[in-house]
């Protein structure tokens, strides 16, 4: 069975960094971080394969950057946050391949953590 435990999620003024951190056990091959603000539906944010090959979100291409270490520990790291990419981010996992990562979405995927909120004020 796959767990996966989010952290590093805070308040952050824009143009700030933070360090979102997704702890995981279990076998997997393709991780996803998503996030959901109020009133929206969840979204993709990025993807990070077996092979290590990443896809982003448009929105948040060249600012955010996934990464994995050796104990399955699955890293969003975020810079030049923008109020908009306030919201309660998610990280996905699952025991099989990445599809094509850029329209992957959550049904895609069939195991989540609890989320850990973001907050970027002006």
């Known amino acids: 069975q796959v767990q996966l435990v989010e952290s590093g999620g805070g308040s952050v003024q824009a143009g700030g960094s933070l360090r979102l951190s997704c702890a995981g056990s279990g076998h997997t091959l393709c991780m996803g971080w998503f996030r959901q603000a109020p009133g929206k539906e969840r979204e993709r944010v990025a993807i990070?394969?077996?092979?290590?090959?990443t896809s982003y979100a448009d929105s948040v291409k060249g600012r955010f950057t996934v990464s994995q270490d050796n104990a399955k520990t699955t890293y969003l790291q975020m810079t030049n946050l923008k109020p908009e990419d306030t919201a309660m981010y998610y990280c996905?996992?699952?025991?099989?391949?990445?599809?094509?990562?850029?329209?992957?979405?959550?049904?895609?995927?069939?195991?989540w953590g609890q989320g850990t909120q973001v907050v970027v004020s002006s």
């Open positions: 990070l394969d077996a092979m290590g090959r």
């Open positions: 996905a996992a699952r025991s099989w391949r990445c599809s094509a990562a850029a329209t992957m979405t959550q049904r895609d995927f069939n195991f």
